[in-house]
């Protein structure tokens, strides 16, 4: 069952799968509550809530005893127009919303596991649901965590989603873990903007452009993040940019990863004058509109004023 799980994963589009039991995450809960404790989520207090389901697959599944961990590529081989009045949009934001897509994926696997097993219980976690998504990643051997905080894989770098399925059967569980293939090297912590990776291994978010650009609901831009922008109007790729392991990036099969008009580089001003109507059909279903209309068109006044 084990095996017939993973070819389906595969034949669904999953680069990487791995399965693992079903146990709370307590080496991972201590380092996140330390993380927590010097206050490094800013202002996304969401995530100091519900921690023992965040940390124990049980919490959120009953009866769970598996976790299939997945890993799905998402780069594309385009890059950002450096022409004046232009922004910048985070690469895993240009196409369709990965909720919707792993989502999709990691149903259809659960379908398939019904087809096996009618009786099995499964839930879905993208990114949404209180998943440690990149800890279970590591723990099924995908990858493990760079300096800069992301997953890397060897095969695809870090430009890949994660998900999870949790099932209440007992599968054959793998064992062998990515070993930490940084090494020395500190490219991603020297170029970031803003010295957002404080140490190795710990990102403060009160300083991370992609915090400010997405998930901040303040008026206007913090002046430490907002003078280092360098063109960034929803998210910010530069500590993945600058990682060496991403030399390994392939494309995507996933057409639905591919820009979507005008995602890559758009139009500053046309931004900054977009009607409410006007934004919910541009980036219907896009990541983009994680940001709110007045934080997407706040990210690029400022800009506009650098």
Not at 24 to 32: G, I, K, T, W, Y
Not at 93 to 114: C, I, P, Q, R, S
Not at 199 to 222: F, G, K, M, Q
Not at 242 to 262: A, D, I, L, S, Y
Request: aromatic share 8%; glycine share 8%.
């Amino acid at each position: 069952m084990t095996a017939a799980v993973k070819r389906r994963a595969r034949a669904l589009g999953f680069e990487k799968v791995g399965v693992v039991r079903a146990e709370a995450l307590m080496e991972e809960r201590a380092r996140l509550e330390e993380w927590l404790a010097r206050g490094h989520h800013a202002t996304m207090g969401w995530m100091e809530r519900g921690l023992e389901r965040r940390t124990d697959p049980r919490e959120l599944l009953p009866g769970a005893l598996s976790v299939v961990a997945v890993a799905l590529n998402y780069y594309t081989p385009h890059g950002h127009s450096r022409e004046e009045g232009r922004g910048k949009i985070s690469r895993y934001a240009w196409g369709d919303d990965y909720h919707d897509v792993l989502g999709e994926k990691l149903k259809a696997l659960l379908a398939h596991v019904k087809e096996i097993v009618p009786e099995v219980q499964g839930k879905v976690c993208v990114d949404a649901q209180p998943s440690m998504d990149k800890a279970w990643a590591v723990r099924a051997g995908l990858g493990w965590i760079g300096k800069h905080t992301n997953l890397i894989t060897r095969d695809y770098g870090s430009w890949v989603f994660l998900g999870e399925l949790l099932l209440d059967v007992e599968l054959e569980y793998d064992t062998a873990r990515e070993e930490d293939h940084c090494g020395t090297c500190t490219l991603c912590i020297d170029s970031c903007p803003t010295q957002a990776i404080v140490e190795p291994y710990v990102v403060d978010s009160n300083l991370c452009i992609s915090h400010a650009t997405i998930e901040l609901r303040d008026e206007e831009l913090p002046a430490n993040v907002a003078g280092h922008l360098d063109g960034w109007l929803y998210g910010c790729d530069v500590c993945q940019d600058v990682c060496p392991w991403n030399r390994f990036e392939q494309p995507t099969p996933e057409p639905r990863f591919e820009p979507r008009p005008g995602a890559v580089s758009p139009d500053l001003e046309e931004i900054a004058s977009l009607t409410h109507d006007a934004y919910v059909e541009r980036f219907r279903r896009s990541p983009v509109k994680r940001a709110k209309l007045a934080g997407l068109q706040r990210n690029a006044r400022t800009l506009l004023k650098s």
